[in-house]
């Protein structure tokens, strides 16, 4: 009886510490973005950065996995992996801890990649070996398959990302955070060490191949091709989650949900859960047909800005990965060669993260990396049935009723229309690619009307580009525009844009209104624009937190003094470009490129007149510029009768409150323009708020800004952009 329940207690040890291992595996990864994605202008690229980082030390401890018993014996390998937990746990303590982080913004991805291994690169290296680790010690000491484990590990890492959004952001602050994942950690380490004690004492050799013959384990040759092609379908849906992060960052500004950047990363792991699990499932022929046809849809339109692409764009990356995860389930090996299996599926997921957050940004100019990524699925989809029969891809009667279905949508939401008539012409075509991969002699002429709708179709939508690069940051496009004024002539208005977000506008060089105010900034119309016009004479040194285009300048006289924060280097590179805007070369004012908190700490103290906060537009805003300690660091820098000005117009995110309550900590007055402030390109209504205690200059057109007792303060450790959602 005794056996049996220290039989129980070990086998629960097991339970319990895969859980816990997987659980900090992927809880750590939300938490340490939040430590970086501020300091970087919250790009979506940090966040791809560290995935990349955290599937390439996954790969390495699958490795050491791997290889590293078979070198030095599995008795001895044991101690020494005993002896890494430990180090590991105390290392952890020691250097894993809430602090500023400086970033290079000139070379942020190596710089972000030498941080994330300073900082958590040992503990992450020991979790993710030890995920296939205890996985394997399982199948030495019991008779039972370890894959069911699989599930037990995936539900672990899911409740980290989803309660990470839901509870852990909104509750703790990032302090608490580490200080929970750290104790947990300790914990982990324990059980681990428990385990590894028990396994040492129970096996009698150190030698690998004896163990394996004790075990009565028969491993099975591998061949070069299998391995390949587990690599592969494990590169796809990795490469596709990176890439559809990036899609919604720079095409559809998404930011209407919380952390909607793990999103993806949920997605790409319950595709994962679904496919090891046992679970009844639709016949896979049926997830490869609705895969066929989402992707037709995202390599047509993946460059539209539009709620309905985001969706989806969601969907395919579940059935896409699904496919390919189902894939690897029907291949998978004999539990002895399970270190083989999930090494080379870390291969191709270490690939897949490297080419998106690595390769991709420097060798196109657009995110077309997600169409290549979809186009290779079709490809192995080809080559997965090649060799079956002609009708594997027969068209069925489901099909024809989905289509039908979706036409009859369409017709009650836009009648006969522009819209139902292009829908229909696409759906013919869709249906007629279709038609042609039924058979696999035409399958490739599908395959290349497919290509060539997608290069068309998005061709159209940038059919007014005049420029267009990519870096770290964003993707950058220069599109022009036409403007009719209010006496009915037409203009060329040139801007420079980052998705659907407009981030400068400006008249063509050479017409008669080239220096004219556009956009939010226009002096007639706009709240900042009127300002500056108004009390130019009273106005010696401004500056500007976001560059754009410059457009403040245009108000600028020769008295004052303009100097701009802005993190992008690129942005600055395509504002002084005098094929497309001529503001910056003309007025000149001084640019300092880096992080505005790092930067304006460097500024005289009472030194700014006016401070122009401009940073907050779009889907993704930079939150540590809005902390009690930024804005503290803003007024620090404006003279006692100075002022602060925010832009706060967004679409998703009301910054008021956050504002407000930091004014009441600071003791200065906090307003917000009652007046219409429109876009005279656009005509948006544009927000603005103020900061200052010098009375004299507030106009008739300010109204104090609103109190908001239940908001709480935002600060460096604890802030949420889930209580600022509209």
């Known amino acids: 009886k005794r056996e049996g329940f220290l039989l129980k207690i070990f086998k629960s040890s097991f339970w319990i510490t895969i859980f816990l291992n997987a659980f900090l595996l992927f809880l750590v990864q939300p938490i340490f973005n939040r430590m970086l994605l501020p300091v970087v202008g919250s790009s979506m690229s940090v966040w791809n950065i560290a995935l990349m980082c955290f599937q390439v030390l996954l790969l390495a401890g699958y490795m050491y996995t791997h290889y590293l018993p078979k070198i030095i014996g599995y008795k001895f390998y044991i101690k020494v992996h005993i002896t890494l937990m430990i180090l590991s746990a105390i290392f952890s303590i020691m250097f894993f801890k809430s602090k500023q982080l400086n970033v290079d913004t000139n070379n942020p991805s190596i710089n972000l990649i030498i941080i994330l291994l300073s900082n958590i690169g040992i503990p992450y290296f020991m979790l993710s070996t030890s995920s296939t680790n205890f996985q394997k010690w399982y199948g030495l000491v019991n008779e039972d398959s370890p894959y069911y484990l699989y599930s037990i590990s995936n539900s672990g890492n899911l409740l980290a990302l989803v309660g990470y959004g839901l509870f852990i952001e909104v509750l703790f602050g990032l302090k608490n955070q580490i200080l929970i994942w750290n104790t947990l950690y300790a914990i982990m380490t324990l059980s681990g060490v428990y385990i590894g004690v028990s396994l040492y004492k129970r096996l009698k050799t150190n030698n690998f191949n004896d163990v394996e013959k004790h075990q009565q384990i028969k491993k099975e040759p591998i061949k070069s091709k299998r391995k390949l092609y587990w690599l592969i379908l494990s590169f796809i849906p990795c490469s596709l989650m990176t890439g559809t992060n990036t899609l919604l960052s720079n095409v559809l500004n998404v930011g209407k949900i919380n952390y909607y950047w793990i999103i993806p990363l949920i997605i790409y792991l319950l595709a994962y859960i679904v496919a090891f699990s046992n679970m009844k499932l639709l016949d896979i022929s049926i997830y490869e047909k609705i895969s066929f046809y989402l992707v037709m849809i995202m390599m047509g339109t993946f460059l539209i800005s539009n709620d309905y692409i985001y969706l989806i764009a969601m969907i395919t990356l579940f059935v896409v990965s699904l496919v390919c995860n189902l894939y690897l389930t029907k291949d998978k090996p004999d539990p002895s060669n399970l270190t083989d299996f999930y090494l080379y599926i870390a291969i191709g997921g270490a690939l897949g993260g490297i080419f998106t957050s690595l390769i991709a940004p420097v060798i196109f100019s657009d995110i077309y990396e997600y169409p290549l990524i979809l186009a290779l699925f079709i490809v192995i989809l080809f080559i997965k049935h090649k060799r079956e029969k002609q009708d594997i891809y027969k068209i069925e009667q489901w099909e024809y009723s989905i289509i039908f279905l979706i036409m009859l949508i369409f017709f009650i939401m836009f009648g006969l229309s522009k819209n139902l008539i292009i829908?229909?012409?696409?759906?013919?075509?869709?249906?007629?690619?279709?038609?042609?991969?039924?058979?696999?002699?035409?399958?490739?002429?599908?395959?290349?009307?497919?290509?060539?709708?997608?290069?068309?179709?998005?061709?159209?939508?940038?059919?007014?580009?005049?420029?267009?690069?990519?870096?770290?940051?964003?993707?950058?496009?220069?599109?022009?525009?036409?403007?009719?004024?209010?006496?009915?002539?037409?203009?060329?208005?040139?801007?420079?844009?980052?998705?659907?977000?407009?981030?400068?506008?400006?008249?063509?060089?050479?017409?008669?209104?080239?220096?004219?105010?556009?956009?939010?900034?226009?002096?007639?119309?706009?709240?900042?624009?009127?300002?500056?016009?108004?009390?130019?004479?009273?106005?010696?040194?401004?500056?500007?937190?976001?560059?754009?285009?410059?457009?403040?300048?245009?108000?600028?006289?020769?008295?004052?003094?303009?100097?701009?924060?802005?993190?992008?280097?690129?942005?600055?590179?395509?504002?002084?470009?005098?094929?497309?805007?001529?503001?910056?070369?003309?007025?000149?004012?001084?640019?300092?490129?880096?992080?505005?908190?790092?930067?304006?700490?460097?500024?005289?103290?009472?030194?700014?007149?006016?401070?122009?906060?401009?940073?907050?537009?779009?889907?993704?805003?930079?939150?540590?510029?809005?902390?009690?300690?930024?804005?503290?660091?803003?007024?620090?820098?404006?003279?006692?009768?100075?002022?602060?000005?925010?832009?706060?117009?967004?679409?998703?995110?009301?910054?008021?409150?956050?504002?407000?309550?930091?004014?009441?900590?600071?003791?200065?007055?906090?307003?917000?323009?009652?007046?219409?402030?429109?876009?005279?390109?656009?005509?948006?209504?544009?927000?603005?708020?103020m900061m200052t205690n010098n009375k004299e200059i507030v106009s008739d057109n300010w109204a104090e800004i609103n109190k908001y007792n239940d908001f709480k303060l935002w600060t460096d450790d604890k802030h949420s952009i889930s209580t600022i959602l509209k």
């Open 423 to 689: 829908f229909l012409v696409l759906s013919l075509l869709v249906f007629m690619i279709r038609r042609l991969y039924i058979d696999t002699k035409t399958r490739y002429i599908s395959l290349a009307i497919l290509f060539f709708i997608s290069i068309v179709a998005n061709y159209t939508l940038l059919s007014n580009l005049s420029y267009q690069d990519r870096n770290f940051y964003c993707v950058k496009r220069v599109v022009n525009s036409e403007y009719i004024d209010e006496n009915g002539d037409a203009h060329t208005v040139v801007n420079l844009l980052n998705g659907n977000t407009i981030h400068g506008s400006q008249f063509e060089i050479g017409s008669k209104k080239e220096f004219d105010a556009l956009s939010y900034y226009h002096k007639d119309g706009s709240t900042i624009g009127r300002f500056l016009s108004d009390n130019k004479h009273q106005i010696k040194n401004v500056g500007a937190v976001g560059l754009g285009i410059g457009i403040l300048s245009s108000m600028s006289t020769e008295e004052q003094v303009w100097k701009y924060f802005e993190i992008d280097p690129q942005v600055v590179e395509i504002a002084k470009n005098p094929k497309y805007f001529s503001i910056v070369n003309k007025y000149e004012p001084e640019i300092v490129v880096g992080d505005a908190r790092i930067t304006l700490k460097e500024e005289t103290d009472k030194s700014y007149d006016v401070l122009i906060l401009d940073a907050y537009s779009g889907g993704l805003i930079s939150t540590n510029l809005l902390t009690i300690e930024a804005i503290d660091l803003y007024k620090s820098k404006i003279k006692d009768d100075g002022i602060l000005f925010f832009h706060i117009t967004n679409n998703h995110y009301d910054l008021k409150p956050v504002l407000s309550k930091a004014s009441e900590q600071l003791e200065i007055s906090c307003y917000i323009d009652s007046n219409s402030s429109i876009d005279n390109v656009t005509k948006v209504k544009s927000e603005w708020i």
